[in-house]
């Protein structure tokens, strides 16, 4: 059974340009959630997405968007980057059965650069 | 609101020796706890998980943790460590599907383990 998967693995921008992250969940997984991890940081939870809504977002700026697609799959819109947006992307999934305790299923992440 | 606590940013261990990783967490109700490890640049791979019943839980490459309710902790424990267990360690705390996991799990800060030859 295929993991989590991330695209791409690595991206490098400068100021002011859009990021677009990709994130496959596990096959019957129906939640997707985004953590940005950045140097001294530790996970800080971004996004929320469950049967293709929007259910819960963490303390970024509006410039952090995404979407859930039909196919469970998502998204990760970062726009007008700043270079304090550097950082791994982590995506995770888990279904209903999971998420009753919370336990999450990691991809390998997406390193954004900013320069 | 739940929160995590582990207070080593930094662990230094001989290889061979016995490691201890501490985790203390807030929760109001009763926690589901997990154990993740973070190579470099990797993604967050599962150790283990205390859901319910023996406190005592076994996880992968020869981890164990045990929940400790009066103390409020979920400490990480290996008898011999080795040098490919140098990595990121984080431990989180779970909630309900609804409300209370709407952000999935809360994490630590994480603790640095590094091993000495």
């Known amino acids: 059974e295929a993991g989590v998967t991330q695209s791409p693995t690595h991206l490098i921008k400068t100021r002011g340009q859009q990021a677009t992250l990709r994130c496959s969940p596990i096959s019957g997984h129906t939640s997707v959630y985004w953590y940005q991890q950045a140097l001294g940081l530790g996970l800080q939870f971004l996004l929320w997405?469950?049967?293709?809504?929007?259910?819960n977002r963490g303390n970024f700026p509006p410039r952090f968007s995404g979407r859930q697609f039909p196919n469970y799959s998502s998204e990760l819109n970062v726009n007008a980057l700043e270079l304090e947006d550097s950082a791994l992307y982590l995506c995770?999934?888990?279904?209903?059965?999971?998420?009753?305790?919370?336990?999450?299923?990691f991809g390998e992440g997406s390193r954004l650069t900013v320069l | 609101a739940q929160s995590v606590t582990q207070p080593d940013i930094h662990i230094t261990v001989s290889e061979g020796a016995s490691l201890e990783l501490r985790c203390n967490y807030s929760?109001?109700?009763?926690?589901?706890l997990f154990w993740y490890v973070q190579s470099p640049g990797q993604g967050l791979q599962l150790l283990l998980k205390y859901f319910s019943g023996d406190t005592l839980v076994q996880g992968i490459k020869g981890f164990e943790a045990e929940f400790k309710r009066s103390q409020s902790s979920f400490n990480l424990r290996k008898p011999s460590v080795h040098w490919s267990d140098a990595a990121e360690y984080f431990c989180?705390?779970?909630?309900?599907?609804?409300?209370?996991?709407?952000?999935?799990?809360?994490f630590g800060k994480g603790t640095h383990l590094i091993i000495q030859p």
């Open positions: 997405y469950d049967e293709g809504e929007e259910r």
């Open positions: 989180a705390v779970g909630g309900t599907y609804s409300g209370g996991g709407a952000d999935g799990l809360t």
């Open positions: 995770a999934s888990n279904t209903k059965r999971t998420g009753i305790t919370g336990e999450l299923f």
């Open positions: 929760y109001g109700a009763t926690p589901y």
